[in-house]
Structure formats: C-alpha cells, structure tokens
Nanobody, 121 residues
Framework: QVQLVESGGGLVQAGESLRLSCAAS????????MAWYRQAPGKQRELVAD???????NYADSVKGRFTISRDNAKNTVDLQMNSLKPEDTAVYYC???????????????WGQGTQVTVSS
C-alpha cells in the first residue's frame, strides 16, 4: 500500500503565502515524477507544477514566478511554496506521484486526499 498525505492548506488573504507539503509512504521502491494539481469548484483538475526525480520542474503559466515546487528524494516528500496568492488560486490541491513498488514493477500514479486552499480578496 502507498499513501500520499498532504498538509499545509488553509485560509489566507490575497498577497500572502502558504506552503503545502506531501509525504509518500508505504511500499515504495522508486518515485519518479511528483506533482501538484488543483481543482476549483466547477472546474476540471489542472496541473499546477511537477518535478522529475532529477529536479527538472514545470509550471502552469498561471503560477510561474509565484509558486515553487521542490522535493526531497531521501524523505519521499514534495513541497509547493505559494507566494503572492490570488483569489483565483482558491482550490483543493492534490499531491500526485508516479512510482514503482518494486525493481521491475510498473509505474503507477497515486493521489493524495487533497488539501483546501482558500484565498480571500
């Protein structure tokens, strides 16, 4: 079994910052890509940022320059530092990891339960 557990969501005012964290645990052999997605009410889930095991990052245009994704491969964690938050960043944020549970196992994608981020104007 693999679990992804997020933490760090909350209610902030526009312009403030939040840091989300996600820890993966369980029968993990290797974690490949890790990512943060978000889903606002009435909208589809969208990619916010992702990061490879080698540290290559990718960001949605809407968060470039404001959000920073980072990971600790030794701890199986991924963080999302969110600065200059806007009301349109309000959403449930989900951690995502593509990983293998054994040396020759296939890659599978796992999701966290989500954490609410609310930005008031």
């Amino acid at each position: 079994q693999v679990q992804l557990v997020e933490s760090g969501g909350g209610l902030v005012q526009a312009g403030e910052s939040l840091r989300l964290s996600c820890a993966a645990s369980g029968s993990i052999f290797r974690i490949h890509a890790m990512a943060w997605y978000r889903q606002a009410p009435g909208k589809q889930r969208e990619l916010v940022a992702d990061i490879t095991s080698g540290g290559i990052t990718n960001y949605a245009d809407s968060v470039k320059g404001r959000f920073t994704i980072s990971r600790d491969n030794a701890k199986n964690t991924v963080d999302l530092q969110m600065n200059s938050l806007k009301p349109e960043d309000t959403a449930v944020y989900y951690c995502n990891a593509e990983l293998s549970t054994s040396m020759f196992g296939i890659r599978r994608t796992y999701w966290g339960q989500g954490t609410q981020v609310t930005v008031s104007s």
